[in-house]
């Protein structure tokens, strides 16, 4: 059982590139998420998903776009990267259960942006 | 404006000691509380949650403590074990557009357990 995964681990780009992060959960979720952590700031949270076919703005959304591909599948993209956006990326997934709240995180992107 | 604070950046305790993690809210519509564990290099991985209708929940050694009036929780870990050095992540959960639950996290706190 994978949970959720994503790629690419590590990234280097330079300022104005483009790229896009992968995640994909098979739990089923329907909810899925990706948020930030930078040192000291905690966990911010960029975009989610409530269910396929669906996608929200979170607290820190400038700069990026997002795509839920289908239930699976939830990407980040970046369009013209900036260091600003030099960040541990972290997506997550969570089943709607009325009252269920526990996410579950994949291993992180560690993206820099020089 | 930092809804969910977890004020202290790290915590030294010695093995078998009791570590006590704390947590101050701000928002009182957040109905659900969590505490997240992270090591390095990894994603976080849910440790243990509360219900705002719960004022306390356990979980082997570990246990989360809510005080609704004082907008506070704190986590408990007895006895305290080198495993469990971490940063450790306070949550506090309310509904979002379309039925999820959107988490928002403190800065986390460094436990550090001595052997």
């Known amino acids: 059982n994978a949970g959720v995964t994503q790629t690419p681990k590590f990234q280097v780009l330079k300022t104005g590139q483009s790229m896009t992060l992968q995640c994909a959960q098979d739990?089923?979720?329907?909810?899925m998420y990706w948020y930030r952590q930078d040192p000291g700031m905690g966990l911010r949270l960029i975009y989610y998903?409530?269910?396929?076919?669906?996608?929200d703005k979170g607290e820190v959304p400038n700069g990026y776009n997002v795509s839920r591909l289908n239930k699976r599948e939830f990407s980040l993209r970046l369009e013209s990267a900036a260091p600003s956006q030099t960040s541990v990326y972290f997506c997550?997934?969570?089943?709607?259960?009325?009252?269920?709240?526990?996410?579950?995180f994949g291993p992180g992107t560690r993206l820099t942006v020089t | 404006d930092q809804q969910v604070k977890q004020n202290s950046p790290s915590l030294s305790v010695q093995e078998g000691r009791i570590s006590i993690l704390n947590c101050d809210y701000t928002?009182?519509?957040?109905?659900?509380f969590l505490w997240y564990k992270k090591y390095p290099a990894e994603g976080p991985t849910f440790l243990i949650s509360?219900?705002?209708?719960?004022d306390k929940n356990e979980d082997g050694r570990f246990t989360v403590f809510l005080n609704k009036s004082a907008k506070h929780l704190s986590l408990h870990i007895v006895p305290s074990q080198p495993g469990d050095s971490a940063v450790y992540f306070c949550a506090a959960s309310g509904l979002a557009q379309g039925g999820s639950e959107k988490l928002v996290f403190g800065k986390g706190t460094k436990l550090t357990v001595n052997p």
């Open positions: 998903s409530a269910s396929e076919g669906t996608t």
């Open positions: 997550a997934s969570s089943a709607y259960r009325g009252r269920s709240y526990e996410q579950y």
């Open positions: 739990m089923n979720h329907n909810s």
């Open positions: 928002n009182s519509m957040f109905d659900y």
């Open positions: 509360i219900s705002s209708i719960k």
